[in-house]
């Protein structure tokens, strides 16, 4: 391409000389022959600089082809003749000063030719059109401006090309905002309308997923929640406050934080599984966000030993034993007798005994229907460290006190028994066990003979009944024929206490050993070595994992079913232990001694939670528990029950009521507290 075609595209550029030109050229006017010399390379140079010109032109056009239209105005603006005249007199016209002002500034670094000028551009208004012109102007910034202000223009750009409607505002250069690269001096303000439009949609996760989830998915996902956190969801709104109070999700809730109850509940294969779980009827409009306020109310009462006391008197000798479930318990003496009595009106329903056992009282047939129910009873609310007062001595009277007449009675002393919805089983000092068929009102219906001394402890559940006696031996009975299936000897004392959980069953003796046996191979599967006196009672957890022994030693012991480690000694009594009842589901242990005290103990870390001094003036022979009651017996003949319910609004709701019975009844058998 000629110099006069770029000429002609780009057109010619005038160019101011230099000061240092200048004063060449008016210190020694040229001669006539170097006027014609510098005429013919005037005429060469000129052709020269044209074409440098354009080149520069082409240059600059390019790059601001890259720049914002703001960039491009300033740096045009930047190379007109103004910005680039030498401060002092005018210019000179000539041509040849106008070719020498171009030799001046050719010899200059190209660098000089762009930047340096001799004096400054005059300033820039920012323009305000668009936020887009206005970062544009930050880039054009002059070079030599502090440090870190070109990163900070380029985050300010890289911004603004994110964030549309955005204002960039950089901070005044301190020594502590020179942080070139982090671009910490670049604030971002914009109104509320530019930030939304900015911002993604987010409308979906603002809908209340409770409005817009089918009922039951809602139902669901509030069910994880525990009850703490679904009273506050009840709060939220209407919409919240209609889904989480749905019996559905409190019946989960409730049985979340309940759960070792609600599953022994649902098991009622194990004959030790109690129906009074205080779990509540299952059916379908039940309010179990009521039920789980009383539940927890009851709870309170155990924690702080509030409750309310019975004596029950009607038996004449030592009372050995007892089992009870929501709507009666069982009793069995010394006086060779059974009554079952009402929980609620302690009421006797019937005796079961020889008519010369039973008394004169008893014989005389039902008494009538305004009978003092409270004959014989005193009921208190004293503090968990004070004893009731001693009651009246006297029978109660009962609704049905006339005894049976079958032919067959225990003719020595009642010392254990175990009933379910069907049948009731007691054993006796005679050597013996009567069954009785409860649905046939306590009739008997065969004796199981072959101990060859008296039956110490029994159990069943709904293929086998369990006996243990003072001959050392553990016989295992078929429940519907009577047959003895098999008989187990290795302790070398009298079998004091058994419990059985499947097909496992745990003893204890009076030499101070616990065994494990199998009761399809009849073979003892482990031994638990630790007490250092005889034992009376066991008790094994209702998920075959925990083993609790007490004895003469006074130091009640859990033992781990299968490594047969010693896990935790719980320490408080000061004779021998008598009695135990591990409740699993709420964590408790019961405990019955010779020192005339029942106590309560935490089965997690051993700690004493209620102590029952000084209740009787006689040795406590049994003491049997459930989610509201303990009731024990004793030497003097009295039973006490402790019932930490009787004050609590609506505690029947926990009762295991007569539909869930009715329904179970016809399917598997019902086992009471043992």
Request: contains cysteine.
């Amino acid at each position: 391409m000629t110099a006069s075609e770029i000429e002609s595209l780009y057109g010619s550029v005038s160019v101011a000389p230099s000061k240092a030109s200048l004063a060449d050229s008016h210190s020694s006017p040229p001669s006539s022959a170097q006027r014609r010399s510098a005429h013919g390379r005037g005429q060469s140079m000129a052709s020269f600089i044209n074409v440098a010109d354009g080149i520069r032109r082409l240059r600059e056009r390019t790059r601001n082809s890259d720049r914002p239209s703001s960039s491009r105005a300033r740096s045009n603006t930047v190379l007109t003749d103004a910005s680039l005249a030498p401060d002092g007199p005018a210019r000179p016209t000539s041509s040849w000063h106008k070719r020498a002002a171009s030799l001046a500034l050719l010899s200059r670094p190209s660098s000089s030719f762009f930047s340096n000028t001799t004096s400054p551009p005059p300033p820039l208004q920012r323009p305000t059109a668009s936020p887009t012109s206005q970062l544009g102007d930050l880039q054009a910034q002059d070079a030599s401006a502090a440090p870190g202000a070109a990163a900070r223009a380029a985050a300010a750009a890289q911004n603004g090309r994110l964030g549309v409607g955005r204002v960039v505002v950089i901070q005044g250069e301190s020594k502590v905002d020179r942080d070139a690269e982090s671009g910490i001096g670049i604030e971002v303000r914009g109104s509320a309308d530019e930030g939304r439009r900015g911002a993604p949609d987010v409308s979906v996760v603002r809908r209340d997923p409770v409005e817009h989830l089918p009922s039951e998915i809602s139902a669901y996902i509030l069910s994880f929640l525990d009850h703490a956190s679904l009273c506050k969801a009840e709060r939220v709104s209407k919409a919240w406050n209609h889904a989480a109070v749905s019996h559905h999700v409190w019946r989960d809730v409730f049985r979340n934080e309940h759960n070792g109850a609600w599953n022994a509940a649902k098991r009622g294969s194990s004959p030790f599984d109690t129906t009074g779980r205080g779990m509540g009827r299952r059916a379908p409009d039940q309010d179990w966000k009521k039920i789980f306020g009383v539940r927890k109310e009851l709870r309170q009462k155990w924690d702080k030993g509030n409750l309310a006391a019975a004596y029950v008197e009607g038996h004449t000798d030592c009372v050995y034993c007892v089992q009870f479930d929501d709507d009666k318990f069982i009793t069995g003496s010394r006086d060779r007798t059974v009554r079952i009595w009402d929980i609620r009106t302690f009421r006797t329903i019937k005796v079961l005994g020889q008519p010369a056992a039973t008394g004169s009282d008893a014989a005389t047939g039902p008494a009538s229907q305004d009978a003092n129910i409270d004959a014989g009873v005193i009921t208190v609310q004293p503090s968990c460290a004070q004893a009731p007062a001693p009651a009246a001595s006297a029978q109660s009277s009962g609704s049905r006190g006339a005894p049976d007449t079958s032919a067959m009675y225990h003719d020595a002393s009642i010392l254990c028994l175990q009933f379910d919805s069907e049948i009731l089983v007691t054993g006796s000092s005679d050597a013996t066990c009567i069954v009785w068929s409860i649905p046939e009102d306590y009739k008997a219906v065969r004796r199981l003979q072959h101990h060859t001394h008296g039956v110490v402890d029994v159990c069943i559940d709904r293929q086998r009944i369990v006996t243990c006696s003072k001959d050392t031996t553990v016989c295992v009975w078929d429940r519907q024929t009577g047959e003895l299936l098999r008989q187990m000897s290795g302790h070398i004392g009298p079998v004091n206490a058994i419990q059985m959980r499947g097909n496992l069953v745990v003893s204890t003796s009076g030499d101070a050993l616990i065994k494990l046996w199998n009761l399809d191979s009849g073979r003892c599967v482990r031994e638990f070595a630790g007490h250092t006196r005889g034992l009376a009672c066991v008790q094994f957890s209702e998920d075959s994992r925990l083993i609790v022994s007490g004895g003469n030693d006074h130091v009640i012991r859990v033992w781990d079913a299968n490594t047969g480690e010693c896990i935790r000694e719980l320490h408080g009594h000061r004779s021998l232990v008598r009695s135990l009842h591990l409740d699993s589901a709420n964590g408790r242990v019961i405990s019955g001694s010779y020192d005339q005290s029942v106590k309560v103990f935490d089965l997690e870390t051993g700690a004493l939670l209620i102590d029952f001094p000084k209740w009787t003036t006689t040795w406590i022979l049994c003491a049997k528990a459930d989610y509201r009651r303990i009731i024990a017996t004793s030497q003097c003949g009295r039973t006490f029950i402790m019932d930490f319910g009787k004050f609590v609004d609506g505690v029947e709701l926990l009762e295991d009521g007569p539909a869930s019975r009715g329904s179970r009844r016809s399917s598997k058998p019902r086992s009471p507290t043992s």
